[in-house]
């Protein structure tokens, strides 16, 4: 079977992910890149062979279109890459942060690598609703981390609507959201307005002079549109002398995530 530009070649399935699903899906959605038309990735499958999953097969998929958009935008490709960059700029070593949606663990992981490989004081709080996606970020962290670094990573299985009272006795420079559902998972189970709104005032409070609250919107679906609406509603009316409040959206991608970023003020001078 061909699906436009990538060729799949796909056996008999009786997995209940239905993996060939979200490859074609996925192939379907990459004919946007010009850069996908010079190439062909053959995937066999076989429910016999442990050489390759559900897993695995996106993951690659999805690597190998990021690694396109990447060479033709290098400034910034993505909502995530402008967020990453600017947490490296703002954290220091000593400084706190705090993943309050930590899903695949990805954002995580960036974060530890920003904060924990540099210095031995430094903390990470990590907590989601969903003990699935604490599992895959353990697993995750545990294949990239050292021990010394991994024991500063501590994860919390609850709602972000409610900090851990640990978090009240760090110095937090840093609270970031992912919103939306988790990623390869029950996409009916996603982050909430009114719960999402309670967090970020909490995280409001909790952030040290000169810190910040990063947030990635996903309007493309009901809830997630009504997250960032009710959050840029909010935030427009914060002190400008207090706090710098900034919305960075593309303009010529249909209901692409967006990154609300807010930061306190460094001092009361």
């Not at 530890?112 to 003990?131: N, P």
């Not at 545990?142 to 990573?153: F, G, I, P, T």
């Not at 409001?204 to 990635?216: D, N, W």
Request: glycine share 4%; charged share 20%; proline share 3%.
């Amino acid at each position: 079977m061909i699906c436009k530009d990538f060729c799949l070649i796909l056996l008999p399935l009786e997995a209940t992910l239905k993996p060939h699903q979200l490859i074609l899906k996925f192939a379907s959605a990459s004919t946007s890149l010009r850069s996908a038309k010079s190439r062909r990735i053959n995937l066999y499958l076989s429910m016999e062979s442990d050489i390759i999953n559900a897993k695995n097969v996106f993951e690659m998929l999805y690597s190998s279109a990021k690694k396109m958009i990447q060479r033709h935008f290098s400034l910034f490709n993505s909502h995530l890459a402008l967020a990453h960059k600017l947490w490296a700029e703002l954290l220091q070593s000593g400084d706190a942060a705090i993943d309050a949606t930590c899903g695949n663990g990805h954002d995580t992981l960036v974060l530890a690598k920003i904060l924990l490989e540099g210095s031995t004081t430094s903390q990470i709080l990590a907590f989601d609703i969903q003990a699935e996606a604490l599992t895959r970020t353990r697993e995750l962290l545990q294949m990239h981390l050292s021990k010394e670094a991994l024991a500063r990573v501590k994860l919390f299985h609850q709602s972000h609507a409610q900090f851990p009272e640990e978090a009240n006795t760090l110095p937090v420079k840093l609270v970031i959201y992912n919103l939306g559902y988790l990623p390869r998972g029950n996409k009916n189970l996603t982050t909430m307005t009114e719960t999402t709104l309670t967090s970020v005032r909490h995280a409001c409070e909790l952030i040290c002079p000169g810190g910040a609250v990063c947030i990635t919107c996903y309007p493309g679906h009901l809830e997630g549109a009504r997250e960032e609406k009710a959050l840029l509603e909010e935030l427009k009316h914060l002190s400008p002398e207090q706090w710098s409040v900034t919305h960075h959206q593309w303009v010529n991608r249909v209901e692409s995530p967006s990154l609300l970023l807010i930061q306190k003020q460094a001092s009361n001078l």
